[in-house]
Nanobody, 124 residues
């Protein structure tokens, strides 16, 4: 049984930073790509960032490029999302997800397991 548990969300002011963490278990973590998605109130879930199995290839949504950084620690079965220069429009529930593929993807249907989400709220 694959389990993903996110943490690190919270309330932060515009321009601030947060670091989200996702602890994975139940799958050979280093064999699979990982992704982060977010869902704002009243909106569909959207791609944020993804990383390949080795951590050498990353992929970002245009809206977060240059502000967010995805990384992973294969020894610790962790994936991270560093959020910098936060804007009010970054407010959402953030989800990590795992795909059975080794390459990162921006498409939700490529991901088969999801965490429960962590809330990020950016106030002005």
């Amino acid at each position: 049984q694959v389990q993903l548990v996110e943490s690190g969300g919270g309330l932060v002011q515009t321009g601030g930073s947060l670091r989200l963490s996702c602890a994975a278990s139940g799958r050979a973590f280093s064999s699979y790509a990982m992704g982060w998605f977010r869902q704002a109130p009243g909106k569909e879930r959207a791609f944020v960032a993804a990383i390949d199995r080795s951590g050498g290839l990353t992929y970002y949504a245009d809206s977060v490029k240059g502000r967010f950084t995805i990384s992973r620690d294969n020894a610790g079965n962790m994936v991270y999302l560093q959020l910098n220069s936060l804007k009010t429009e970054d407010t959402a529930v953030y989800y990590c997800a795992t795909t059975p593929d080794s390459w990162p993807s921006s498409h939700m249907y490529n991901y088969d397991y999801w965490g429960q989400g962590t809330q990020v709220t950016v106030s002005s």
